[in-house]
């Protein structure tokens, strides 16, 4: 309170000795009002040092601040790795549970009860073969800093690859998570094409023949889609900023898993020729029940597939994760609704085959299109992938057994090149804000992006997989002898039977 206002203040009261008590109360308002501008100078501390006393305490404060937004920031990143990394090493459980049980069981109910263990272990052997080859060479040839089509040696027996992450492909999970992530890719991606010569290919073989395909094909097609400085390369960051020549939407593997092995299935069922009396006998599925629940598998074990690829667990991953669900269950529709138009009657095994045909067409386009557009592109695939299944396979009458190409080769295809059109800036600005990302959207040259990595995934599938197929052919020969595919793989390859007849 000022001066002015407690001289009012006395006045107000009256009294007789108004003067008298007008000075005496002046004198000590002067006397507190000069002590307080001195800064407590009434208790020996000079008006310097009070000043100095209110700067410091006013510097401590502004850094005790700093340090507390600075801590707050660093445990916001924390927690946003650990989250990360927590859905990324679900994510490969995910996608190594596609494929055992997920596909050892879809295939080995669909083959003859003598052939169950045979296929079952072929998906298994990849589970364990591909594991230490990625260890040795094929992450570093998938990953590695190479040139536009194949990574370089840089990271074999996994050197330099730590629990810090690498900028260039995941900031916020450790390197490790993303090898491991990747390697549940080259592991289900071989296992896929044992479907086109299931009931006929020696196991020894089968071996050879992966190990050689991991290297030549899928290596260097992973490097190209997802590889720092890859050919077909769509991220921003790729290459040090710089996207590849003919950026290729593939958010999950449409060229890289599923063109790849469908292509390379069909040209490994052309090579070995049709199993003992196709077509002339039915080779019907033993037990659709096996098939149906690996299947299911299939699709729970998509969503690490897919949502899996935004490789964090942010809105991304929920995009993907939607469109996931939205592909596969138009596709289910679209396969038996053709069905039952054809043939008067959905089956079981036609509703998930048309649910797997519509993953792996949601697979490339997951992570760029909405829910409406995976609902259409799982729809085309459905009723796509039933036509060259139940038209094409009969019209050429090649005999690929568990219809490897039928669903993954054709419906990888037409994935891939429908997420040209449908892929959206709104879910993905892949390409930077403002700037359309598919045909629908304005950016019509996309299309013919996805036709380039589509061709090149076909051109290197076709001709690695003839040149191993010559080779190892050569070496050891690829088919079982008539009297081994009559008895059947479970003995012939590995001397024992899926199911004991005799002890039931």
Known sequence: MDLDSQLYRVEAHGSRDGALRRMIVRCVLVVLLACGAMGGACFGQSPVASSAVAASSQTDRITALEKKVAQDAAATAQAQSAGDNAWMLTSA???????????????????????????????????????????????????GTGNAFIGGLHNVFLRGVGLTPDPAYAPTIPLQTYMVYQLMFAIITPALITGAFAERMKFSAMLVFMVLWAVIVYSPMAHMVWGVGGLLNATAVGGGGLAGRFPCLDFAGGTVVHVTSGVSALVTALYLGKRLGFPQKAFMPHSVVLSFIGACLLWFGWFGFNAGSALGAGSLATSAFVAT???????????????????????????????????????????????????????????????????????????????????????????????????????????????????????????????????????????????????VDTLIGLRVSEEDEREGLDLSQHGEEGYDWEAA
């Open 93 to 143: 459980a995910l996608v190594l549970l596609m494929s055992g049980p997920g596909l050892a069981l879809f295939y080995g109910g669909l083959v003859r009860k003598k052939n169950i263990l045979g296929t079952m272990m072929q998906t298994f052997a990849m589970m364990a073969v591909i594991t230490v080859l990625w260890a040795l060479v094929t992450y570093s040839l998938a990953f």
């Open 325 to 471: 669900h939205f592909g596969a269950a138009a596709g289910a529709i679209g396969w038996a609704a053709a069905e039952w138009i054809r043939s008067g009657k959905p089956s079981a095994l036609g509703g998930i085959s048309g649910a797997v045909a519509g993953l792996v067409a949601i697979t490339p386009a997951s992570g760029f299109v909405r829910p409406i557009d995976a609902l259409w592109i799982g729809l085309i695939a459905g009723v796509f992938c039933f036509f060259m299944v139940v038209k094409v396979k009969n019209m050429f009458g090649y005999d690929d057994s568990l219809d490897a190409f039928g669903v993954h080769g054709a419906g990888g295809t037409l994935g891939a090149i429908l997420t040209g059109f449908f892929a959206n800036s709104v879910i993905n600005p892949i390409f930077g804000a403002g700037k359309p990302t598919g045909f629908f959207e304005g950016n019509h040259g996309q299309v013919l992006n996805q036709l380039v990595g589509v061709g090149i995934g076909w051109g290197i599938s076709i001709t690695g997989t003839l040149l191993i197929l010559v080779i």
